[in-house]
Nanobody
Framework: RVQLVESGGGSVQAGGSLRLSCAVF????????MAWFRQAPGKEREGVAG???????SYGDSVKGRFTISKDNAKNTLYLQMDSLKPEDTGMYYC??????????????????WGQGTQVTVSS
């Protein structure tokens, strides 16, 4: 059984940085499509960043230039480096993975596996 386990969330002031990690257990994930989503209170879950099996990346408009998605295949771990954080980045962050090719990385319906989430809080 494949499991995704996020870590690295926390509280930080605006302008600060955090790095989220998502460890994949139960499968060698190098060919997965993976992504980070977030959900703020009262809002729908939105795609933050995605990465395909070849390492090509995509970002949501609100995080371009501030966030970086990457993966370490040897460690079976996905990362999200978040810099220049803003209060509007606050939310629960989830990693997601798919065994099949993703047509739209930001469409949550295309991912079969999800982590439990890690909370990020950015204060002004």
């Amino acid at each position: 059984r494949v499991q995704l386990v996020e870590s690295g969330g926390g509280s930080v002031q605006a302008g600060g940085s955090l790095r989220l990690s998502c460890a994949v257990f139960g499968y060698t994930y190098s060919s997965y499509w993976m992504a980070w989503f977030r959900q703020a209170p009262g809002k729908e879950r939105e795609g933050v960043a995605g990465i395909d099996g070849g390492g090509s990346t995509s970002y949501g408009d609100s995080v371009k230039g501030r966030f970086t998605i990457s993966k370490d295949n040897a460690k079976n771990t996905l990362y999200l480096q978040m810099d220049s954080l803003k209060p509007e980045d606050t939310g629960m962050y989830y990693c997601a993975a798919s065994f099949v090719t993703i047509l739209n990385w930001a469409d949550e319906r295309q991912y079969e596996m999800w982590g439990q989430g890690t909370q990020v809080t950015v204060s002004s």
